[in-house]
């Protein structure tokens, strides 16, 4: 079964910290994507990787870098967290044509 | 950039009824999906309809698209409390390996 995981389910840090949301995928694929999910504006796409140690930006991507060192794990990185990036972040993994999430992580900085 | 536009942006309905949920969109696309969203937790596929087709049908879900007008929508009859959820749709475009997300429409299911 198709399987997609992250790292927390809830998380809360500081302004001004260093944070990693990790993303692992056990389907082999080779694209994986971070979304942030607020009320009222759907799903926004930050960063996307279609192979190891290639990334490219989404619409939003200011704010956020990622990682990713092994086909398997994509890791997006806040690097001095705000609180305007308060929200809900969603991994997904492609596979042919569909996109399979993770359960998220919902990120509160305070 | 939001290029899903979702109708209404909230529905409720009383159990068994049956549920219309629209999708406008602005650019060309090779397919368009429906993903289902339970509260707090991750998206889950529902369908794809390509755009070469008209109609699809998935168990008690049923899609249909119009290229021509750009615009979609998701039914869901006879419908359950087990349906309430969010319901998204996204379209792919042309060699593009991204999903362009609308905002979604909030279905209650009343028993």
């Known amino acids: 079964d198709v399987k997609v995981t992250q790292s927390s389910r809830y998380l809360v840090k500081r302004t001004g910290e260093k944070v990693f949301l990790e993303c692992v995928q056990d389907?082999?694929?080779?694209?994986m994507f971070w979304y942030r999910q607020d009320p009222g504006l759907g799903l926004r796409l930050i960063y996307f990787?279609?192979?190891?140690?290639?990334?490219e930006k989404g619409d939003i991507p200011e704010g956020y870098s990622v990682s990713r060192e092994k086909k398997e794990r994509f890791s997006l990185i806040l690097e001095s967290a705000s609180t305007n990036q308060t929200s809900m972040y969603l991994c997904?993994?492609?596979?042919?044509?569909?996109?399979?999430f993770g359960p998220g992580t919902r990120l509160t900085v305070t | 950039s939001q290029q899903g536009e979702e109708d209404p942006q909230a529905l409720s309905i009383q159990e068994g009824e049956n549920a219309t949920m629209n999708c406008s969109y602005k650019?060309?696309?090779?397919?368009l999906q429906w993903y289902r969203q339970n509260s707090g937790r991750g998206l889950v596929h529902l369908i794809l309809?390509?755009?070469?087709?008209r109609e699809k049908h998935s168990g008690r879900l049923r899609v249909t698209l119009d290229t021509s007008k750009k615009s979609s929508s998701l039914l869901i009859t006879a419908s359950r409390a087990a349906d309430t959820a969010s319901y998204f749709c996204?379209?792919?475009?042309?060699?593009?390996?991204?999903?362009?997300f609308g905002q979604g429409t909030r279905l209650t299911i009343n028993p």
């Open positions: 997904a993994s492609r596979g042919q044509i569909m996109q399979y």
């Open positions: 389907m082999d694929h080779e694209n």
């Open positions: 990787s279609y192979d190891v140690k290639m990334k």
């Open positions: 650019t060309s696309i090779n397919n």
């Open positions: 309809i390509r755009s070469n087709e």
């Open positions: 996204a379209t792919a475009g042309g060699g593009a390996q991204k999903l362009v």
